[in-house]
T-cell receptor
Framework: GAGVSQSPRYKVTKRGQDVALRCDPI?????LYWYRQALGQGPEFLTY????????KSGLPNDRFSAERPEGSISTLTIQRTEQRDSAMYRC?????????????FGPGTRLTVT | EDKVVQSPLSLVVHEGDTVTLNCSYEVTNFRSLLWYKQEKKAPTFLFMLTSSGIEKKSGRLSSILDKKELFSILNITATQTGDSAIYLCAAHDEKLTFGTGTRLTIIP
């Protein structure tokens, strides 16, 4: 079956613009996670959802970052007034649930470059 | 603060060698330990470990967890050039806390 998909795959934007990154999880997966990965680092947690409810947003760096998953399926991560330090690979992952036996599957990522 | 530390950061070996990658963790509500392999694209899932002392095996790869000492190891035997990748370890407490990874390079 189809894996996690993300769009766009690459996004170049000017500083100060808003961007919206989309994640389409594996069908039937309850939990959806957003991570940010800098070059040479492991993914860093941003936020996650169970169904449409945002369970934890403690990893969002500041209030310019927000995420939603209104119908419990597709999610959007929005960054307002982008800054150069926001440049990174943004990865989405999904899992069947949040229990012990549910591994997370990652999408291909959106590489964001803020100029 | 939750923390995952991997070692070594980088490892270069010859094809056919055996390697051991290390992962230690400090996580408040630990549930499981996951290993991923990352080449140029998304991390791909290798193992999830929830119980101490039970080895998980997949071909030439194996992994084990020690919940008392808070670490895990990933072993790869008879390495091949296709094993070259970054190996990421993550501690799971609903979210995943990742280490920085071990960059493994296999020389033919």
């Amino acid at each position: 079956g189809a894996g996690v998909s993300q769009s766009p795959r690459y996004k170049v934007t000017k500083r100060g613009q808003d961007v919206a990154l989309r994640c389409d999880p594996i069908s039937g997966h309850v939990s959806l996670y957003w991570y940010r990965q800098a070059l040479g680092q492991g993914p860093e947690f941003l936020t996650y959802f169970n169904y449409e409810a945002q369970q934890d947003k403690s990893g969002l760096p500041n209030d310019r970052f927000s995420a939603e998953r209104p119908e419990g399926s597709i999610s959007t991560l929005t960054i307002q007034r982008t800054e150069q330090r926001d440049s990174a690979m943004y990865r989405c992952a999904s899992s069947l649930g949040t229990g012990n036996s549910y591994e997370q599957y990652f999408g291909p990522g959106t590489r964001l470059t803020v100029t | 603060e939750d923390k995952v530390v991997q070692s070594p950061l980088s490892l270069v070996v010859h094809e056919g060698d055996t390697v051991t990658l290390n992962c230690s963790y400090e996580v408040t509500n630990f549930r499981s330990l996951l290993w991923y392999k990352q080449e140029k694209k998304a991390p791909t899932f290798l193992f999830m470990l929830t119980s101490s002392g039970i080895e998980k095996k997949s071909g030439r790869l194996s992994s084990i967890l020690d919940k008392k000492e808070l670490f895990s190891i990933l072993n790869i035997t008879a390495t091949q050039t296709g094993d070259s990748a970054i190996y990421l370890c993550a501690a799971h407490d609903e979210k995943l806390t990742f280490g920085t990874g071990t960059r493994l390079t296999i020389i033919p």
